[in-house]
């Protein structure tokens, strides 16, 4: 594995395809850490990096590992003590917004038992996939989560998600009745985790996570305003889906 924790400066894109096109871009940074042992930075800059297991699956987990091994049991994976590797944002001063959290899931030998992907709504809602990549890291699922707007809950997702080394190449398809609706890629280069990285790309990327979260509505109204309709959002049973 990659050594962790690492972090990643990197391009997010979206590609709409359908009903209409429209694409944007945004540079951002995200960690690769390990949830059993999450970064203990200098005091000075933890507010640029906290990871709190209440962002993440029920919310009321003791730890962040805690809360992942809840959803897998839930499933009926055990990884017994296996290796975790989570891509994830931080919480920056006080702020977190986390479209898509990424869990590796290895057993105790280091074999890839799973794939976990986390996303997260504008409106507060979480959901999690169990995946099962083949060797090439792809894999596929029905779309059970509403996210954006202007599509509703229906297609399936293609995904290319390969463990993050030296490079982060990840690759999201959305595929609807008529083809292809949604691309998203993320593309980004590794830095060791040091507290120099960490200052030089917080002060190039300041409050990160809110910038990715008022992104996305300020593309959300440019959308509308395009005339795009809006789709109703159905009640969301639980915050992750893990029953």
């Not at 919480?91 to 890839?112: I, K, M, S």
């Not at 890629?185 to 990327?205: D, E, F, K, Q």
Request: aromatic share 8%; net charge positive; charged share 20%.
């Amino acid at each position: 594995m990659t050594a962790i924790p690492a972090l990643y400066p990197c391009t997010i894109a979206h590609v709409r395809t359908a009903p209409r096109r429209y694409t944007l871009r945004h540079r951002t940074y995200l960690w690769l850490v390990d949830p059993d042992r999450p970064p203990r930075l200098p005091r000075l800059l933890r507010p640029l990096a906290r990871f709190d297991p209440r962002d993440h699956f029920t919310g009321d987990g003791p730890t962040l590992r805690a809360g992942l091994d809840a959803f897998l049991a839930g499933h009926g994976v055990h990884l017994a003590g296996g290796p975790v590797a989570m891509l994830t944002h931080a919480r920056v001063l006080g702020h977190v917004f986390n479209p898509l959290t990424l869990y590796w899931c290895h057993d105790p030998e280091g074999a890839l038992r799973c794939v976990v992907a986390e996303v997260h709504n504008t409106y507060g809602e979480r959901h999690a996939y169990l995946l099962h990549p083949d060797g090439a890291g792809a894999a596929r699922t029905d779309k059970e989560f509403y996210v954006s707007p202007f599509f509703p809950v229906d297609g399936h997702y293609r995904m290319r998600l390969p463990l993050p080394g030296d490079r982060l190449d990840l690759t999201v398809h959305l595929d609807r009745e008529g083809g292809r609706a949604f691309t998203a890629t993320v593309r980004g280069t590794r830095r060791a985790a040091t507290p120099r990285s960490l200052l030089r790309l917080a002060l190039r990327h300041p409050w990160s996570t809110a910038a990715v979260s008022a992104g996305i509505r300020r593309h959300g109204i440019r959308l509308y305003l395009r005339g795009l309709p809006v789709q109703p959002r159905p009640r969301h049973r639980t915050p992750e889906n893990v029953t």
